[in-house]
T-cell receptor
Framework: RKEVEQDPGPFNVPEGATVAFNCTYS??????FFWYRQDCRKEPKLLMSVYSSGNEDGRFTAQLNRASQYISLLIRDSKLSDSATYLC???????????FGTGTQLKVEL | ETGVTQSPTHLIKTRGQQVTLRCSSQSGHNTVSWYQQALGQGPQFIFQYYREEENGRGNFPPRFSGLQFPNYSSELNVNALELDDSALYLC????????????FGQGTRLTVV
């Protein structure tokens, strides 16, 4: 079983739609959780950290469910510029060695 | 711009050859991690360096080796290249071991033929 699992997609949605991505992780001792965004052939960039209380950054909302070992990302009012691959990232212990999921590809269309 | 630079940006090597990739970390960052990203996959952790010492290694064979210099820049060396080593190699720097935010360079795209 992979440490971090994501649906690879692609998710093709119209502009303005709401889309949700999910991710599960296997290590219950994991302490830190993130969503990264990666544009085609570019490096990953931090989108947002994920907390149990849930956190929001504009149109983006992230949620962590420790009991189910489940992380989600909700994007409201999708823009063409949101088209990218969204990577779920977990830090299994202390420190900063990142464990990535395979990524979920999002395509926002006119 | 993250301030993390990698060189070269692209590289083509022949199977069996050796390659050295370089990373210049963001100013003040003493921790550098290397990742391999194969096509269609997420990045996989190779190893991490902290203050010139290796601090953890992923599931990669010994022919993947690294180095960190006193200025915290780093090298990734791969010997006896295999076709499956073709990937995007990413370097990420962090302020310290305990700081979870990682800043990635633009990567080196290695093709092994």
């Amino acid at each position: 079983r992979k440490e971090v699992e994501q649906d690879p997609g692609p998710f093709n949605v119209p502009e303005g739609a709401t889309v949700a991505f999910n991710c599960t992780y296997s290590n219950s001792a994991s302490q830190s959780f993130f969503w990264y965004r990666q544009d085609c052939r570019k490096e990953p960039k931090l989108l947002m950290s994920v907390y149990s209380s849930g956190n929001e950054d504009g149109r983006f909302t992230a949620q962590l469910n420790r009991a189910s070992q489940y992380i989600s990302l909700l994007i409201r009012d999708s823009k063409l510029s949101d088209s990218a691959t969204y990577l779920c990232v977990v830090i299994p212990g202390g420190g900063n060695k990142l464990t990535f999921g395979t990524g979920t590809q999002l395509k926002v269309e006119l | 711009e993250t301030g993390v630079t990698q060189s070269p940006t692209h590289l083509i090597k022949t199977r069996g050859q050796q390659v050295t990739l370089r990373c210049s970390s963001q100013s003040g960052h003493n921790t550098v991690s290397w990742y391999q990203q194969a096509l269609g996959q997420g990045p996989q952790f190779i190893f991490q360096y902290y203050r010139e010492e290796e601090n953890g290694r992923g599931n990669f064979p010994p022919r993947f080796s690294g180095l960190q210099f006193p200025n915290y820049s780093s090298e990734l060396n791969v010997n006896a290249l295999e076709l499956d080593d073709s990937a995007l190699y990413l370097c990420a720097s962090s302020l310290s071991l305990s700081n979870t935010e990682a800043f990635f360079g633009q990567g080196t795209r290695l093709t092994v033929v």
